[in-house]
């Protein structure tokens, strides 16, 4: 099996062509947990330097004479590991990695292109936008995409003109989305959450419009394992009580799925869509729209997701923009052809099953 097709719980999100070796791909498949052996061994500094820097790094400051006495052991012990002589084996190993790594370096040094950030709560890092290094601002190309798309959909009748007045971009108001970190002060560490503002942007109508078509479609279909808000949880497991399920060995298990708008693979979600609106159309159209059209728009909302940041211009390349209207419907509905498998295994054992945006809600008897 390909590496590239290795799918682990570390792997990072590379929506850009980086154009890596199989052995650099299977460095970042490791995860930021993973350490490459003896470092150390290809350092400029000396080894006196390097256990000072570690012995610093584990030195609290403390007047207790035990404590002393602890760190200098400590301090004997990093010198003694340091000046061990690997074996061959492991200096093969130790050389091979870092030499991997290093060249990873390299490339992302190289390429401005790239931007790597880390996500809003976790402790991985995916590399989700891509710079514009033309340096011009791109609402120009933006707002030619949308007025195409529209104009074309009304040319085939997919689109009535209405709907077009409805949704063309109002030129009066129109502003190249930015990018801010909106603190969570209820979060350790009071990390932020990417918010792309684009209330102004060419494809923000478009984005509402498909939020507003397909979010009562979903609801519908998505109702029983839906949880509106902690009042329908309570009632919901008032239900489960009097159906006689619950019991005293009854586990309830909340799993959070992290950074879920901004993480969603692009064509898995798109493909996700195709499939729920086969599903759920009349005659190939759900509305007055078909859904060749729908797939049309919602690949242009996608695609359409730039945005000013820092002096630079940038393209979002992986999932949706948090402040997007579409976004959400768009993630729901991605989950929830994910989640299918676990539904019926929670149905066959009479358990229950909800969720509430990404907070999801399990009971296991």
């Not at 084996?89 to 490339?107: G, Q, T």
């Not at 949880?227 to 019991?247: A, C, M, P, S, T």
């Not at 005293?248 to 609106?277: S, W």
Request: with cysteine.
């Amino acid at each position: 099996m390909s590496v590239y097709t290795t799918i682990t719980a570390s792997l990072p999100f590379i929506e850009v062509d980086l154009n890596l070796s199989p052995q650099e791909m299977s460095m970042f498949i490791n995860g930021l947990k993973y350490v490459i052996p003896c470092t150390s061994q290809f350092s400029s500094k000396s080894i006196e330097q390097l256990v000072s820097e570690q012995y610093q790094n584990h030195r609290i400051p403390t007047a207790n004479k035990s404590a002393k006495e602890a760190f200098q052991a400590l301090q004997c012990i990093l010198h003694e590991l340091q000046s061990k002589k690997l074996s061959r084996k492991l200096e093969k190993r130790a050389k091979h990695e870092y030499k991997i790594v290093e060249s990873i370096r390299h490339l992302l040094r190289d390429r401005s292109d790239i931007v790597i950030r880390r996500t809003d709560k976790s402790k991985v890092f995916y590399i989700a936008y891509q710079e514009i290094t033309s340096g011009r601002c791109p609402l120009s190309d933006m707002l030619y995409a949308v007025q195409t798309l529209l104009s074309s959909l009304v040319t085939q009748k997919a689109l009535s003109f209405q709907q077009y007045s409805k949704i063309s971009p109002r030129l009066n108001k129109l502003e190249l989305g930015h990018y801010h970190g909106l603190p969570k002060p209820h979060k350790p560490g009071t990390r932020l959450r990417p918010i792309i503002a684009c209330i102004h942007a060419p494809a923000t109508l478009v984005s509402k419009f498909l939020n507003d078509l397909l979010v009562p479609i979903y609801l519908n279909v998505a109702r029983e394992i839906t949880f509106i808000n902690g009042i329908d949880v309570i009632r919901k497991l008032e239900k489960y009580i009097l159906d006689g399920h619950f019991q005293t060995t009854t586990k309830f298990i909340i799993i959070d799925v992290t950074d879920l708008y901004t993480i969603i693979p692009r064509e898995g979600a798109l493909h996700a869509l195709m499939r729920f609106l086969e599903k759920n159309s009349h005659h190939g159209k759900v509305g007055t729209l078909s859904i060749d059209a729908i797939m049309r728009m919602a690949r242009l909302i996608l695609d359409t997701n730039c945005f000013a940041y820092n002096n630079k211009y940038y393209q979002q390349t992986r999932g949706g923009a948090m402040g997007s209207a579409f976004t959400q419907v768009l993630a729901n509905i991605y989950m929830f052809e994910w989640e299918q498998d676990l539904i019926k295994h929670q149905t066959v054992h009479k358990a229950m099953y909800g969720r509430f945006v990404k907070h999801l809600l399990n009971e296991k008897g």
